[in-house]
C-alpha cells in the first residue's frame, strides 16, 4: 500500500476516534420552555412562546443543539414556527434559523442570541420585512456533571 493511502486511512481512523471520543463525552440537557416575546413589529402586546430544545453540552461545556417553537400573539393569533440551531456555552448560546410568519405568510430566516433567561432576536421575511424582539423565557444554563 502507497504510504499516502496508509496516511489516509489513519486520518481517517483518528478523525472517527475522536468524533466517537467527543460524542461520548458530551451530555444530553433537553429543554421543555415557556416565554413572553415583545417584537417591534407587534409593539407592547406580547406573544406567548412555547418550544423545546435538544442540547448537548460536551467536557469543556461547549453546548451545540437544535431549538422548535411556536409563538401566539395575544391579540393577531399564531405568530410564528420557527426552527433554530445553536452554539455557544453553559450561558449564552448564538443561534441561527428558518420558520414561518402566520401573520405575514411569509418563510423567515432568523439569528439571535439566548443568553440566561433572555433572547434577542431578528429576523427576515421572504417578504423583506425586518423585525427584531426580546423574549424572556425560562431557558437557563446547562448542566454538566464530569
Same mark, same amino acid.
Given at each position: 500500500?502507497?504510504?499516502?493511502?496508509?496516511?489516509?486511512?489513519?486520518?481517517?481512523?483518528?478523525?472517527?476516534?475522536?468524533?466517537?471520543? =467527543?460524542? /461520548? /463525552?458530551?451530555?444530553?440537557?433537553?429543554?421543555?420552555?415557556?416565554?413572553?416575546?415583545?417584537?417591534?413589529?407587534?409593539?407592547?402586546?406580547?406573544?406567548?412562546?412555547?418550544?423545546?430544545?435538544?442540547?448537548?453540552?460536551?467536557?469543556?461545556?461547549?453546548? =451545540?443543539?437544535?431549538?422548535?417553537?411556536?409563538?401566539?400573539?395575544? $391579540?393577531?393569533?399564531?405568530? $410564528?414556527?420557527?426552527?433554530?440551531?445553536?452554539?455557544?456555552?453553559?450561558?449564552?448560546?448564538?443561534?441561527?434559523?428558518?420558520?414561518?410568519?402566520?401573520?405575514?405568510?411569509?418563510?423567515?430566516?432568523?439569528?439571535?442570541?439566548?443568553?440566561?433567561?433572555?433572547?434577542?432576536?431578528?429576523?427576515?421575511?421572504?417578504?423583506?420585512?425586518?423585525?427584531?424582539?426580546? $423574549?424572556?423565557?425560562?431557558?437557563?444554563?446547562?448542566?454538566?456533571?464530569?
Amino acid at each position: 500500500m502507497s504510504r499516502t493511502i496508509k496516511g489516509l486511512i489513519t486520518a481517517i481512523m483518528a478523525t472517527a476516534s475522536l468524533l466517537t471520543n =467527543t460524542a /461520548a /463525552a458530551a451530555q444530553n440537557d433537553n429543554h421543555v420552555y415557556a416565554g413572553l416575546g415583545w417584537t417591534v413589529k407587534h409593539g407592547w402586546i406580547p406573544s406567548a412562546i412555547v418550544g423545546v430544545r435538544s442540547v448537548d453540552v460536551d467536557g469543556i461545556k461547549d453546548v =451545540t443543539g437544535v431549538d422548535l417553537s411556536l409563538s401566539y400573539h395575544f $391579540t393577531d393569533g399564531f405568530d $410564528t414556527f420557527l426552527l433554530k440551531g445553536f452554539r455557544g456555552e453553559i450561558d449564552w448560546q448564538a443561534e441561527l434559523g428558518a420558520g414561518y410568519d402566520f401573520q405575514g405568510q411569509s418563510l423567515l430566516v432568523i439569528g439571535g442570541v439566548q443568553g440566561r433567561l433572555v433572547n434577542y432576536s431578528m429576523d427576515v421575511s421572504l417578504n423583506g420585512d425586518i423585525d427584531a424582539g426580546l $423574549t424572556i423565557n425560562s431557558i437557563d444554563k446547562y448542566d454538566w456533571e464530569p
